[in-house]
């Protein structure tokens, strides 16, 4: 069994865990606004134009909002659903909650009603926030079904001003009852921040229940807390950055990013309008540091290949060349080789010719660095956009890990690794390769289910994860998969898709795949193209077509992606190349079954849906 710790020693159970004196997210919170007071916390969008908000305005309406739910009946502990897309009152109801005792649940906006109804339920939530009508629908029709809620607050009216419900308020409302509350009892709420615990449930976050109906993980302040203790150790955070806010805040690492990094480190976060304009406000806010997950990442490479082939061919020439001295200096690097004199020479002139407009044009120029997670990524991708001038990093973690486990930095970046543990995590591989995790930032267990608690944490305190990894030498980790993706072959060979999946998303053709061949005789994928590189491509063909449905059709679509699947087939071993392919020809959204909130394919769902296609590739197999 191989270990691995950054630190020489673990942190006990019992050691505090201190950021800026403080050992709670409440603490830290209120410590942060009244430092920063008048300063910008965030920034949001209205009619077009940025608007700002201060660190006040951020305590005063968490405040009032914390102040107004304990006049209607909250508790501590009691649990707050919210049901919205990113915006400064997700922040304001999350940090409000939080400071007087109770947990925060952040329901999916692609959720349906049904599954509405079983968070709220199964979370207990006695109060529930809702962004707008459309959300509000929701909660009506299955408003019969969550005999636990006392109160529905809704961020918007638009659309609602007519509407009148005894369950209902709107959030002015629901200030303007804080306001009240303030001027009663004017100390509550800094007295009530001052009584959380390092151990106490802040959070929950549901698992995507890809295994099962989905669990509330409990994430305590001394996990969140401990994130932000190893994350400023090893991180380069500073006072003037900007970050974009646009993943689910339902999703620990996107909480961990744009609502605790924040309180930490006093920076200012931009809410992105829409999931649909995150590449518009990503490139008016040039953030100093972007997370995303894999999926985005690969989007903005296949955009920038768009815009290479857009370009003339002396412009294409110059970019070409860009990309190879940095391509060139990045694997020099990784071998921790010195630039030779005329290389530097060389990267610094195709950086100023060419690759820094190309970084201005997505929204990366001001960018120090980016990090990925949630998913596998292409080592080849972080190579490029590092020759780009954009250093990618890739950590790994997951719910139960209250967001990150490992991480790679500027300074010791393993490109094809996760990195090594936070600073106080211990990684062990077990005998049968599974990644097994303890630390500070192993999450409270699972709300309600002590016994698939005992299923994942042992008695040691180790965290089970399921997946299947490596430690390198330098204390690196490397994922594989997952141990139920496992695929074992009709001739006895174990597979891992992962890292052939990852293969094929880096072509800027295919947006992902799915390697079947579990008990079978040979591997087979399913693959979703990229729809806005396969249209240009067709386009410049004059490859006729209608819809997405006619595009996977035509054969010269089904020959570039087998050129692109044999292309990658030669860095495998016989038994682990594709043999024979199919196209996903629906495309998908979040909203759709197959995918997670992240825009991961659930492999076991998509495997059902298209049995077909999978029977047609083996035959009578």
């Not at 932000?228 to 909480?255: K, N, Q, S, Y």
Request: hydrophobic share 40%.
């Amino acid at each position: 069994m191989t270990q691995a710790t950054r630190t020489d020693a673990a942190i006990a159970p019992d050691a505090p865990i201190l950021v800026d004196g403080c050992d709670t997210i409440a603490r830290l919170f209120a410590h942060r606004c009244r430092v920063k007071g008048d300063a910008v916390a965030h920034r949001e969008k209205e009619l077009g134009i940025w608007r700002e908000f201060s660190w006040n305005d951020y305590y005063d309406n968490a405040r009032l909002i914390g102040l107004a739910l304990a006049r209607l009946g909250m508790e501590r502990g009691d649990v707050v659903s919210i049901l919205s897309e990113d915006r400064k009152e997700w922040l304001y109801v999350d940090m409000g909650v939080v400071c007087m005792g109770g947990v925060t649940n952040g329901v999916y906006t692609t959720d349906s009603a049904e599954q509405l109804a079983y968070l709220v339920n199964d979370s207990g939530s006695r109060f529930l926030f809702l962004e707008n009508e459309e959300q509000l629908d929701k909660w009506l029709e299955v408003r019969d079904r969550m005999p636990t809620l006392v109160k529905v607050i809704v961020f918007e009216r638009e659309g609602l001003r007519g509407f009148s419900d005894p369950m209902v308020m709107f959030h002015d409302e629901l200030l303007g009852l804080g306001a009240e509350a303030l001027q009663d009892q004017p100390r509550r709420f800094e007295e009530e921040l001052e009584k959380a615990r390092p151990e106490d449930t802040m959070m929950l976050i549901y698992t995507s229940g890809t295994t099962g109906p989905p669990k509330g993980a409990m994430i305590t302040h001394r996990n969140m807390i401990y994130q932000l203790h190893a994350g400023l150790e090893i991180l380069d955070f500073r006072e003037t950055d900007e970050l974009l806010c646009f993943l689910p805040l339902c999703h620990v690492l996107e909480r961990l990013v744009s609502v605790e990094f924040p309180l930490a480190a006093g920076v200012v976060v931009n809410f992105a309008e829409s999931p649909e304009t995150v590449f518009d406000n990503l490139r008016e806010v040039s953030p100093h540091s972007f997370t995303a997950v894999p999926r985005l990442w690969e989007k903005i490479y296949s955009r920038i290949r768009i815009m290479r082939s857009e370009a003339t061919a002396f412009g294409r020439w110059c970019f070409d060349r860009a990309i190879e001295t940095g391509l060139e200096a990045v694997r020099l690097q990784e071998e921790g080789k010195p630039l030779p004199p005329m290389l530097r020479l060389r990267r610094a002139f195709w950086d100023w010719a060419a690759l820094r407009n190309v970084r201005a044009l997505i929204g990366l120029d001001r960018a120090r660095r980016g990090t990925t997670g949630a998913a596998p990524i292409s080592p080849e991708l972080i190579r490029w956009f590092g020759a780009l001038g954009v250093p990618l990093l890739e950590g790994y973690g997951m719910t139960e890990t209250s967001g990150v486990a490992t991480a790679n930095t500027l300074e010791d970046n393993v490109i094809g690794t996760v990195g090594k543990p936070l600073p106080g995590t211990e990684i062990r591989i077990s005998p049968e390769g599974e990644i097994l995790v303890r630390g500070p930032n192993v999450f409270k267990g699972y709300w309600n289910k002590p016994d698939k608690t005992a299923e994942t944490i042992d008695a040691e305190g180790w965290l089970h994860t399921g997946d299947v990894g490596r430690l390198g030498n330098d204390g690196a980790l490397t994922i594989t998969g997952r141990m139920k993706d496992i695929i074992i072959t009709a001739g006895g060979k174990n597979i891992t898709p992962a890292e052939i999946e990852s293969r094929l998303k880096f072509s800027p053709y295919i947006a992902d795949a799915v390697v079947i061949g579990d008990r079978r005789k040979y591997l087979t994928c399913l693959v979703m193209i990229d729809q806005e590189n396969v249209e240009k491509y067709a386009q410049d063909r004059r490859v006729p077509f209608s819809d997405f449905a006619s595009l996977c059709a035509a054969p010269e679509v089904r020959e570039l992606i087998a050129a692109e699947i044999a292309e990658v087939n030669k860095a495998f071993a016989r038994v682990e190349q594709i043999k024979d392919f199919r196209l996903i020809d629906v495309l998908l959204t979040a909203e759709d079954e197959e995918l997670t909130p992240t825009m991961k394919l659930k492999r076991g769902f998509v495997e059902k849906k298209h049995k077909a296609l999978i029977d047609d590739m083996y035959g009578a197999q």
